[in-house]
């Protein structure tokens, strides 16, 4: 009988070692739900002697509701396979449209919901275009230009108000070593350590492109990994991107765009778009910039805002505007309540309020000047601001080791109870 037990202690330790050797070398998997899918078909993106676009305030809707889209143009060889998409938009501007019937007969074995929209009103005036979900406040315009000292009393002020914000950076990619970018960095490092996350703006792009270059998106996104790369040598973290709204729309910059989660947009009432097809993926933040004053008459928004504040005015001014959103009582929600990704080679994720480098932990929670800085660059190492490694998977495996232990102790104990039960009775 003894023996038997032996071998039975024998089995269990052998599963218990195969269970730990299992958890400790598989990598643990994250799993995230498909993103819901909508189709919007349209024939036209605005009204005759209209400037809103119907289209543009259509897609922004669905995606600030996390939401993947395909955009269509009404035809006959409009998409067979209706029944992936989770829900239909038409756009029906036009009085005669010769696709609408034949249109109508492939929506006949259609299960899911379809949106008949052939005006402004039948859109704008619906409930979710009226509902604001979350508000965050935003430092707008934010360059090395701008007076720093006046910028690091807005921080102040910010953070005397209880405010966590989210601060736009206008990227650098030339010039980056000289003193006023590290003069730069200094601030944008104080404004991490007081409550600020950092927001990546998208190069200015004009008729003569990036810089006087071309405007293709090469070029482009090999402006904005410099740009990246640059503030992350100098230890600030982007947690997200902002462009333009137009840019949505621009298949070379598609997966420039793709490489965050986070998109704040610039909105651009007279955006003209004429697409025959169109993708563009589910963002987990898809937040629109909008002025104080637009915000709170209800125009320009969506359901995620971002109240923008100008940065590079007279801290008076800017004290004005705070009290403003504060007076009305808007209810704005912590830039540490949102998590996100942003990857140009190097990824920064954002786990609601920590900051992780290639996994790697670099929340800034005080504040390190320049001195520090070169200090720590000179030396290759920081030693009062260590770098801490991603511990999830080590707090795993601890959790692993302490539930075998238990169970190894339970079953010794129940087994000896039994051995010792039996020799009594003997």
Not at 25 to 35: A, H, R, S, V, W
Not at 123 to 142: A, G, M, Q, S, W
Not at 258 to 264: I, K, P, S
Not at 412 to 421: D, G, P
């Amino acid at each position: 009988m003894i023996y038997m037990n032996k071998c039975f202690i024998y089995r269990v330790i052998t599963i218990l070692i195969c269970f730990i050797s299992a958890g400790y070398f598989i990598k643990p998997m994250k799993c995230y739900g498909e993103n819901d899918k909508v189709l919007i078909l349209y024939d036209r993106s605005m009204e005759y002697g209209s400037e809103k676009n119907l289209l543009s305030a259509l897609v922004k809707s669905q995606l600030s509701k996390e939401k993947e889209i395909k955009i269509d143009k009404i035809n006959i060889d409009n998409p067979k396979d209706l029944q992936q998409y989770n829900e239909i938009f038409i756009l029906n501007i036009e009085e005669e449209n010769h696709n609408i019937e034949a249109l109508k007969e492939k929506l006949k074995s259609y299960n899911g919901k379809i949106n008949w929209i052939k005006k402004a009103s039948e859109l704008l005036n619906r409930e979710e275009f009226k509902l604001k979900t979350k508000t965050y406040l935003y430092l707008d315009n934010v360059t090395p230009f701008n007076d720093l000292n006046n910028l690091i009393d807005e921080v102040d002020y910010l953070k005397d108000k209880g405010i966590k914000f989210f601060i736009e950076v206008a990227p650098v990619f030339v010039n980056e070593n000289l003193k006023a970018m590290g003069r730069f960095s200094e601030a944008l490092r104080y404004a991490q350590a007081n409550g600020g996350k950092v927001i990546l703006k998208f190069p200015i792009i004009n008729s003569k492109g990036v810089n006087g270059t071309d405007t293709g998106g090469k070029i482009i996104g090999d402006r904005l990994k410099e740009a990246f790369k640059n503030y992350t040598n100098y230890w600030i973290y982007p947690v997200g991107i902002n462009a333009d709204e137009d840019l949505l729309y621009r298949e070379d910059l598609k997966s420039i765009l793709e490489n965050t989660d986070t998109l704040f947009l610039n909105y651009k009432e007279d955006i003209n778009i004429d697409i025959d097809n169109y993708e563009i993926k589910a963002y987990s933040n898809f937040i629109q910039k909008v002025d104080l004053e637009d915000y709170i008459n209800d125009e320009k928004i969506r359901s995620k805002n971002a109240i923008k504040l100008e940065s590079n005015c007279n801290l008076e001014e800017f004290k004005s505007n705070v009290d403003k959103v504060l007076n009305k009582e808007i209810n704005l929600t912590p830039s540490t309540k949102i998590s996100s990704y942003i990857k140009f080679e190097s990824e920064i994720k954002n786990n609601y309020g920590s900051i992780f480098l290639n996994n790697q932990e670099v929340t800034q929670n005080r504040f390190i000047n320049a001195e520090e800085y070169e200090n720590a660059v000179n030396k290759t190492i920081n030693k009062e601001n260590p770098i801490k490694e991603d511990l999830t998977l080590t707090n795993r495996r601890l959790e692993i080791f302490s539930g075998a232990a238990l169970i190894i102790f339970i079953g010794i104990l129940i087994i000896s109870r039994n051995i010792e039960r039996k020799r009594f009775f003997k």
